[in-house]
């Protein structure tokens, strides 16, 4: 699996669980999941795994 392939699957798992959050209308999931998407989209890291899993976790 590349690299891109992973970011792929990451943004479909981030939309699916974007949906969920609109119907449930919890408005800090969907601003959590927005920021995710943006960074992955541009290359950036996931902003909540750099912030909640330490440098062992991460790898």
Known sequence: MTTSDT???QLNKLH???EIAKKNR???F???IQRDIEALKIGK???II???LT???IS
């Open 45 to 47: 890291e996931s902003p």
């Open 7 to 9: 970011v792929n699957e």
């Open 30 to 32: 969907i601003d959590n």
């Open 26 to 28: 919890n408005q800090l």
């Open 16 to 18: 699916k669980a974007m």
């Open 55 to 57: 440098k062992e976790e």
């Open 50 to 52: 750099q912030e909640y």
